[in-house]
């Protein structure tokens, strides 16, 4: 990114690789460049480009990703230099949800993302996709061409949008369901606790601590828009809902939010919220304030959501001077370890404080 700080770039750039390692490449080489504002043309500008040109060739890459988003003309411009395909980070975390997305509902968000995406780029990508039969592109298979497949791409603005406009019906439709399964949890009167953060913080493995469910875990930045949902207990006996939410990227794409949107209505919902932290990343308060703003970008954070419990993870192999210094600064957090089990007990102790006693709701027959 540009104006960021080195070490910032370069931590995107480590994210960036994670995030292409999930979506099943294997990333051989990075190039960084320090720009104030992007190459209107190449956006590397042409001597970088050059010299990722060169990093290509001898790696033997046969795909660029772009920390940042392109123009179809600067996506054009940096293939015609690299000769190999380049996409850019909106383009591999959209396909990372497309490969994620399980339930129809998920399908149909990713879809519409997907599509909200391509509909500016449509002529450029077309160009430059035809433009390369027979290069060193290998297949359709790869990262940026899963989901909307290449004879979707294909098709005119129009009926992309009339595609569109039916997956906004369908996803519309499709509301009532999550809505009437979200009510009846309400009205059973069990207090509900969501697990979100940053994505690899160690939601998955806390969500299998604290219910003993075999929820897939995975080292690898693991993106889903179907949250799981569990019961468990505090110490007291009473029962809550556990659900598992979307793990969180920096940059998160804009249609991405839109998309989440949904599943984010049940954050905030919920009575409390697990914010968990992975305390042994390099940069955890940017992971933090990132979490934080999409949170409020769908109205989730502060005012009359849920209680927000910051659980520091990863103890076992943080820093812990890291780990006092963020104590300070989240009041309330808890310090645990998904791994050694180290907090779990008091974890379970501070989320007993701030859930709220079911009501007793009396169903009056009237005779
Ligand atoms: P999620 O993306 O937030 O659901 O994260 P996961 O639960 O899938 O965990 C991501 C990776 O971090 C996995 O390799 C876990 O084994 C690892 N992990 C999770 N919790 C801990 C922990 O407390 N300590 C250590 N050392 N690793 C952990």
């Given at each position: ?274 914010h968990v932290v992975d305390a042994s990343h390099p940069d ?26 910051v659980v520091l993870n990863k103890c076992d192999q943080a ?11 989240e009041r309330g957090s808890v310090v645990v370890s998904a ?29």
């Amino acid at each position: 990114s540009a104006s960021a700080s080195a070490e910032d770039a370069e931590n995107s750039l480590r994210e960036l690789a994670a995030l292409a390692e999930t979506a099943g490449s294997t990333v051989l080489d990075g190039v960084l460049q320090r720009r104030d504002t992007p190459d209107p043309g190449t956006w590397l500008g042409s001597g970088k480009a050059k010299e990722l040109k060169d990093v290509v060739s001898a790696s033997g890459a046969d795909t660029v990703i772009a920390d940042g988003e392109l123009s179809p003309s600067q996506r054009r411009a940096l293939e015609d230099i690299v000769k190999v395909k380049v996409i850019d980070r909106t383009a591999l975390i959209l396909d990372i949800f497309a490969q994620h997305a399980k339930s129809k509902e998920g399908k149909a968000q990713v879809e519409l993302a997907q599509l909200e995406y391509l509909l500016p780029r449509l002529r450029g990508w077309g160009e430059s996709m035809s433009r390369q039969a027979g290069g060193r592109v290998a297949g359709g298979e790869g990262i940026g061409s899963r989901g909307p497949g290449e004879t979707k791409i294909e098709l005119d603005r129009r009926r992309i949008r009339t595609r569109m406009a039916k997956l906004r019906r369908e996803i519309k439709e499709m509301r009532p369901a999550r809505e009437t399964r979200r009510q009846s949890r309400r009205r059973g009167a069990v207090p509900s606790v969501v697990i979100a953060g940053y994505t690899n913080a160690g939601k998955s493995s806390l969500l299998n601590r604290l219910t003993g469910a075999g929820v897939l875990v995975e080292d690898a930045l693991f993106a889903t828009l179907d949250p799981t949902v569990r019961r468990s207990e505090v110490p007291d006996g009473r029962t809550m809902t556990l659900s598992d939410t979307v793990g969180f990227v920096r940059s998160l794409p804009t249609q991405l939010v839109e998309a989440f949107r949904s599943t984010l209505e049940e954050v905030g919902e919920a009575d409390v919220l697990l914010h968990v932290v992975d305390a042994s990343h390099p940069d955890p308060e940017g992971q933090i304030s990132a979490v934080r703003d999409v949170l409020a970008e769908v109205g989730t954070h502060g005012g009359d959501g849920p209680v927000e419990v910051v659980v520091l993870n990863k103890c076992d192999q943080a820093d812990p001077e890291v780990v006092s210094r963020l104590l300070r600064r989240e009041r309330g957090s808890v310090v645990v370890s998904a791994r050694t089990g180290e907090g779990l007990d008091a974890l379970r102790e501070r989320i007993g404080e701030v859930l709220p006693h079911p009501e007793v709701l009396v169903d009056v027959v009237v005779p």
